[in-house]
């Protein structure tokens, strides 16, 4: 039995899909800017991870320095041992530090100094925790968009892509063309529930852009053009209707951004 064509009809959008394409392309909020929102609140163990990474970042531990006790952290910074213990599970599953049975916790990597300029500590672990549900979304999305993708979503891809990589070129990086980018393919995996969820983090997806956007922006031009070569490689997987590499080009981009927000070993 033959496969039925692809349709090439582009669908009037549901109310779920406007709703969540307004909310994605919404003006950016002070917390997508990485400023404190008035009456905010922080979690003591992000609290916690912000101090770490900060002496971190600052270099007063270095990569293979051996971090404090849990013990000596929760009297040194008068919180219980169970808030320690999440924020130092949080830092090994960001890849900062590393656990060595019967040794202690280790510095693994360490992010660029600059990184403070841009973003509040406290902030780092929230982008970073958004990053993972980003892994999840948008792969399989961009699996989905591979195979059901219209040539007018297409269309919109390229064009968010071409937008982005002429920012990039002249040195103008704007979170909100490479969201534009993400948002399209989301758009075109041809599942309502796809961008709607992508709605409901889009303010840490933003700041998370934002922060990674200014640090790419003072690295090299290398570094931005490796993140253009990921985005196209994206981009060539869901045109060739390549489902399986469309996911894995995802996968990856998402993964090294992640790395290179973590590690000033990448940063160049």
């Known amino acids: ?152 979503e297409l269309a919109a891809i390229v064009a968010a892509h071409e937008a982005f990589a002429k920012g990039v070129r002249a040195g103008r990086m704007v979170a909100e063309e490479d969201l534009a980018f993400h948002a399209r393919i989301v758009e075109a995996a041809g599942n309502d529930f796809y961008p709607q969820v992508l709605a409901t983090i889009h303010e840490t997806l933003l700041g998370f852009m934002r922060l990674t956007l200014s640090l790419t922006r003072t690295a090299s031009k290398e570094r931005g053009e490796r993140v253009l070569a990921e985005h196209r490689a994206i981009l060539h997987a869901i045109r060739d209707g390549d489902g399986e590499l469309a996911r894995a080009a995802m996968t990856v981009h998402l993964s090294q951004a992640r790395r290179r927000l973590v590690d000033k070993g990448r940063d160049a």
């Open 1 to 152: 039995m033959k496969d039925l064509p692809r349709s090439r009809t582009r669908v009037a959008p549901r109310p779920l899909a406007r709703a969540a394409r307004r909310a994605i392309d919404a003006p950016p909020s002070a917390a997508s800017r990485g400023e404190p929102a008035p009456g905010e609140r922080t979690r003591l163990s992000d609290q916690i991870y912000g101090r770490v990474f900060d002496e971190i970042v600052s270099g007063r531990y270095a990569v293979g320095d051996r971090l404090p006790t849990e013990m000596e952290i929760s009297e040194a910074w008068g919180v219980s041992r169970p808030v320690v213990r999440e924020a130092l599970l949080r830092l090994r599953a960001d890849g900062l530090v590393v656990s060595h049975q019967g040794l202690g916790t280790f510095v693994s990597t360490q992010p660029a100094p600059r990184i403070r300029t841009y973003a509040r500590a406290q902030d780092v672990a929230s982008y970073l925790r958004c990053q993972e549900v980003r892994i999840a979304l948008e792969s399989d999305a961009a699996r989905l968009a591979a195979l059901r993708r219209t040539d007018e």
